[in-house]
């Protein structure tokens, strides 16, 4: 009899478990049709930006290649960039709606197709997303090309949370025209954990690109103006929040009707 009843107490434990993780789960975001209302608006940096970092080309490999490329300095340097912002207007600043239920289709939002080119990555700020069941078999959400001959590339593409670094890929690419289709890889993107995306190549660490985790497709990058445009937005209340890995974010409540709704925003340098 006490057999009898610890089973049925498991089993109601486990039943229970399972319920609250369910109701829990956040719903996914449903493509439809977009609304008629936009954001727009302009990040600004207070304060100076971090200055950049002066790799030495001579201490790493392929000296004589990477150094070809137009952005090297007298004696081997290449300034690396954290932070770009020239007249205080901040660059490469993600600006995204927090919590939208659904709206207009993904389409090509959510992706990136990184290019490995004379020693560097030529896009150094993106918003990739997690990819359905169907599109980890056929791939396209992030793709990775090598176009420097007989040169190894080896991307790195890690989950950041502040100090921790989760590996989600490291695919080596030896030649030139090498794919790294690593779409299948970011399908263990979880919403509460992830954010930053990091891209590194491991033969040359100074090659970098970052990313914002996006769960919805309203989201734009600043360019060198530090302005931005959120299209297609529904009416209605949202948080929308700029973000820039090496300086930080800010959150403000936007309402949204026909026509732009006005958001700046103003980070601080670290």
Not at 2 to 15: P, Q, Y
Not at 98 to 103: F, R, V, W
Not at 247 to 254: L, P, Q, R
């Given at each position: 009899m006490?057999?009898?009843?610890?089973?049925?107490?498991?089993?109601?434990?486990?039943?229970a478990?399972?319920?609250?993780?369910?109701?829990?789960?956040?719903?996914?975001?449903?493509?439809?049709?977009?609304?008629?209302?936009?954001?727009?608006?302009?990040?600004?940096?207070?304060?100076?930006?971090?200055?950049?970092?002066?790799?030495?080309?001579?201490?790493?490999?392929?000296?004589?290649?990477?150094?070809?490329?137009?952005?090297?300095?007298?004696?081997?340097?290449?300034?690396?960039?954290?932070?770009?912002?020239?007249?205080?207007?901040?660059k490469?600043?993600?600006?995204?709606?927090?919590?939208?239920?659904?709206?207009?289709?993904?389409?090509?939002?959510?992706?990136?197709?990184?290019?490995?080119?004379?020693?560097d990555i030529?896009?150094?700020?993106?918003?990739?997303?997690?990819?359905?069941?169907?599109?980890?078999?056929?791939?396209?959400?992030?793709?990775?090309?090598?176009?420097?001959?007989?040169?190894?590339?080896?991307?790195?593409?890690?989950?950041?949370?502040?100090?921790?670094?989760?590996?989600?890929?490291?695919?080596?690419?030896?030649?030139?025209?090498?794919?790294a289709?690593?779409?299948?890889?970011?399908?263990?993107?979880?919403?509460?954990?992830?954010?930053?995306?990091?891209?590194?190549?491991?033969?040359?660490?100074?090659?970098?690109?970052?990313?914002?985790?996006?769960?919805?497709?309203?989201?734009?990058?600043?360019?060198?103006?530090?302005?931005?445009?959120?299209e297609?937005?529904?009416?209605?209340?949202?948080?929308?929040?700029?973000?820039?890995?090496y300086?930080?974010?800010?959150?403000?409540?936007?309402t949204?009707?026909?026509?732009?709704?006005?958001?700046?925003?103003?980070?601080?340098?670290?």
């Open positions: 006490k057999k009898i009843v610890l089973g049925v107490m498991v089993i109601a434990f486990s039943l478990l399972a319920s609250t993780s369910f109701a829990k789960k956040k719903p996914a975001y449903k493509e439809g049709t977009a609304g008629s209302g936009s954001i727009v608006g302009t990040v600004m940096l207070k304060g100076e930006p971090l200055a950049p970092i002066m790799e030495d080309l001579n201490k790493g490999k392929n000296v004589e290649f990477c150094i070809t490329n137009p952005t090297t300095q007298e004696g081997n340097i290449r300034p690396r960039y954290k932070v770009l912002a020239e007249g205080g207007k901040l490469d600043t993600v600006v995204f709606i927090e919590k939208i239920d659904g709206g207009k289709p993904w389409g090509d939002f959510g992706t990136a197709n990184y290019d490995f080119k004379l020693c030529t896009q150094k700020m993106a918003a990739i997303r997690k990819p359905t069941k169907a599109e980890k078999k056929t791939g396209g959400i992030l793709t990775i090309t090598n176009h420097d001959p007989d040169i190894l590339h080896n991307p790195h593409g890690y989950s950041i949370a502040g100090a921790s670094r989760k590996t989600l890929f490291n695919k080596p690419l030896p030649n030139k025209g090498d794919v289709e690593v779409t299948k890889n970011i399908g263990r993107l979880k919403q509460k954990k992830d954010k930053h995306f990091f891209l590194q190549c491991d033969q040359h660490n100074f090659m970098e690109a970052d990313a914002r985790i996006v769960w919805n497709p309203y989201y734009a990058i600043t360019g060198a103006d530090g302005a931005f445009k959120i297609g937005v529904p009416a209605g209340k949202y948080k929308v929040t700029a973000w820039q890995p300086v930080g974010e800010s959150t403000m409540e936007v949204v009707g026909d026509g732009a709704a006005k958001a700046d925003f103003t980070l601080t340098a670290k």
